[in-house]
Nanobody
Framework: VQLVESGGGLVQPGGSLRLSCVAS????????MGWFRQAPGKEREFVAT????????YYADSVKGRFTISRDNAKRTVYLQKNNLAREDTAVYYC????????????????WGQGTQVTVSS
């Protein structure tokens, strides 16, 4: 099983980034996918999740209206479009897979990627 994130980097406040996560080794279309992040000195926190059929999404209040999660089951890829980035969004971003229904609880996720660093700074 592999989840490989990409798309991180340095961006100025107010800018945008799109993260991607490519999955392999499991039946991607039967898993809900989520994004989490961990800032220095802080615990890992939930960002967004999307159901296997893309019909339902759920966001943390801190990113609602700025971030959009999406997926392409044919490409085995989940995305996180991040707009109007703020310094507080600086963190390592992780994608994760959970069988069945998505969740904001990291403990319920079965598989995790290695993370991609996003730094918001001028």
């Amino acid at each position: 099983v592999q989840l490989v994130e990409s798309g991180g980097g340095l961006v100025q406040p107010g800018g945008s980034l799109r993260l991607s996560c490519v999955a392999s080794g499991f039946t991607f279309s039967t898993y809900a996918m989520g994004w989490f992040r961990q800032a220095p000195g802080k615990e890992r926190e939930f960002v967004a999740t999307i159901t296997w059929n893309t019909l339902n999404t759920y966001y943390a209040d801190s990113v609602k209206g700025r971030f959009t999660i999406s997926r392409d089951n044919a490409k085995r890829t989940v995305y996180l479009q991040k707009n109007n980035l703020a310094r507080e969004d600086t963190a390592v971003y992780y994608c994760a897979a959970v069988y069945g229904i998505g969740s904001d609880d990291a403990k319920k996720y079965n598989f995790w990627g290695q993370g991609t660093q996003v730094t918001v700074s001028s």
